[in-house]
């Protein structure tokens, strides 16, 4: 994927519902303006990269592009687990991410518990690879470092009016 490393930006906003209360994996949710918007050769599947949350620290991440398979979603999303316990929601808040590597295409389960399994094996995954050197780097990076909003930070490439950066930044 030519595309990697992927820098986005976008709102939070209500997925299903179904990261925190049936999976216990809660998920931050980008806006179709963001999904509509990715590269050609992002394929769906299981990502891992790094997140920050308005102007806060900076963690670990998986995130999901795709149907969801399990769920036979009929609406392509990017689902972002961020590698970190917050106290509280944060939707409407800017997401910034960063999409450094691809763990695995997406796939369909024959369990809710198989499911968890896998995005539990994705998460140590995650954490791992992105220990490596050349990932540790874009931590640095001063997308990162930019304010949040679209208004300050010129992007190549701008989806809709939701505050959303893109490769370029």
């Given at each position: 994927?030519?595309?990697?490393?992927?820098?986005?930006?976008?709102?939070?906003?209500?997925?299903?519902?179904?990261?925190?209360?049936?999976?216990?994996?809660?998920?931050?949710?980008?806006?179709?303006?963001?999904?509509?918007?990715?590269?050609?050769?992002?394929?769906?599947?299981?990502?891992?990269?790094?997140?920050?949350?308005?102007?806060?620290?900076?963690?670990?991440?998986?995130?999901?592009?795709?149907?969801?398979?399990?769920?036979?979603?009929?609406?392509?999303?990017?689902?972002?687990?961020?590698?970190?316990?917050?106290?509280?929601?944060?939707?409407?808040?800017?997401?910034?991410?960063?999409?450094?590597?691809?763990?695995?295409?997406?796939?369909?389960?024959?369990?809710?518990?198989?499911?968890?399994?896998a995005i539990n094996s994705d998460i140590e995954e995650a954490?791992?690879?992105?220990?490596?050197?050349?990932?540790?780097?874009?931590?640095?990076?001063?997308?990162?470092?930019?304010?949040?909003?679209?208004?300050s930070v010129t992007p190549s490439t701008t989806a809709s009016?939701?505050?959303?950066?893109?490769?370029?930044?």
């Amino acid at each position: 994927m030519k595309s990697l490393p992927y820098f986005c930006r976008g709102e939070v906003i209500r997925g299903f519902g179904r990261g925190s209360k049936e999976l216990g994996i809660p998920t931050a949710n980008f806006p179709d303006s963001v999904v509509d918007n990715l590269p050609s050769d992002i394929s769906t599947g299981i990502y891992y990269g790094w997140a920050c949350v308005g102007n806060g620290d900076l963690y670990k991440m998986v995130m999901s592009i795709g149907w969801n398979p399990y769920y036979k979603n009929i609406k392509k999303s990017m689902e972002t687990h961020v590698i970190h316990k917050f106290k509280e929601d944060f939707y409407g808040e800017i997401l910034s991410v960063v999409m450094v590597g691809y763990i695995r295409p997406e796939r369909s389960y024959d369990s809710l518990e198989a499911l968890i399994a896998a995005i539990n094996s994705d998460i140590e995954e995650a954490k791992m690879k992105l220990e490596l050197p050349e990932h540790r780097k874009l931590k640095e990076d001063n997308f990162f470092t930019s304010t949040s909003s679209s208004t300050s930070v010129t992007p190549s490439t701008t989806a809709s009016t939701s505050q959303t950066i893109q490769n370029g930044h």
